[in-house]
């Protein structure tokens, strides 16, 4: 097969064929034991990632609390102007994660990528439940983008070119604080974009898990009040929707209601992509690797928005 042959990054299978037949063997399951399994296969390929040509500044408060309100910015070496800019908001179910994980392996590959490619990365981290519960994760989001929106500039990014990102739980966030004006400061989002990859944009109500009532609460009469797709009021924002093959059908089948949902009642289509082969962590994980199924379609998203 040559390149003009070669299918799209979306539809092309993990790579290298190891972590594609072991992500297979795995299946459509989702639980610690399968998030220990998938790190297990990313972190070799994460160690051989070339990050050099990256000035990393870390641990940067944007806001009080002084072990959650922080983020890194990874910028390409030798500064630039009016870049565009990726935050990128790590999962975890709600109620744990942290922006460094495996030394900085994970979740800072996402913003290396980014840097690599001629952008500003930001890794940001949020407070968690049940001690914040709902809405903090979307007020972190706003609070994140609005420190970057101040001082963005000074590592060469531009500040209306800010693009937010989330993964699992820190989709969720992005998902509520992009799409609902009662989060936002001033007018509009503030962002040029979102991109969400396996988030959940409901609450759910039939046996509802414990990470769910952590943020959520236990009074089940308010969760439509807080359901991301049942309080859509800023719904014109350009969209990437994101979710895996291999992931469990809860998000799949939110990924799906969500974009249904806009297109429908509000007219933003989103794009949308299934990322064959891909469980709900790899998705997040092989970002940076050469594997670039994932990363290159979001930066094709992001030079499309810009370049309408």
């Known amino acids: 097969m040559n390149k003009m042959d070669a299918p799209p990054p979306s539809l092309a299978r993990p790579t290298p064929a190891s972590v594609a037949v072991r992500l297979a063997e795995i299946g459509q399951k989702f639980g610690p034991d399968i998030v220990e399994d998938t790190r297990m296969l990313y972190e070799p390929l994460l160690a051989k990632a070339n990050w050099s040509g ?9 806001g009080p609390d002084p072990k959650r309100h922080l983020l890194d ?28 994980q495996a030394g900085s392996a994970l979740y800072g590959n996402v913003a290396s990528y980014f840097a690599t490619q001629g952008m500003v990365g930001v890794n940001a981290t949020y407070r968690l439940a049940p001690d914040h519960p709902w809405p903090a994760g979307a007020e972190d989001v706003g609070a994140a983008l609005s420190w970057a929106r101040e ?17 699992s739980a820190g989709a969720t966030h992005v998902s509520a604080y992009g799409f609902q004006s009662r989060f936002h400061r001033g007018d509009g989002a503030g962002a040029a974009g979102l ?40 719904p014109d924002i350009p969209v990437f929707i994101g979710f895996a093959e291999l992931d469990t059908p809860n998000f799949q089948i939110l990924a799906l209601a969500l974009a249904a949902k806009l297109a429908a009642e509000h007219g933003n289509v989103p794009r949308i992509r299934e990322f064959i082969g891909h469980n709900h962590l790899s998705e997040a994980f092989c970002i940076g690797t ?19």
């Open 151 to 167: 001082n963005i500039a000074g590592f060469g990014g531009d500040p209306d070119k800010i693009f937010l990102m989330g993964h």
């Open 73 to 100: 910015v990874h910028a390409p070496e030798g500064g630039g102007t009016r870049l565009p800019v990726v935050i990128f908001f790590h999962g975890g179910g709600l109620v744990q994660g942290y922006k460094n």
């Open 290 to 308: 050469e594997d670039e199924g994932v990363g290159a379609e979001v930066v094709d998203f992001i030079q499309t928005v810009l370049a309408d």
């Open 195 to 234: 991109v969400l990859l396996s988030g959940s944009y409901d609450v759910t109500r039939v046996n509802t898990p414990d990470n769910h009532k952590a943020y959520y609460g236990d009074d089940a009469s308010r969760y439509d009040e807080m359901a991301t797709l049942l309080n859509i009021d800023r």
């Open 54 to 62: 990256i000035d990393f500044t870390s641990d940067i408060s944007f």
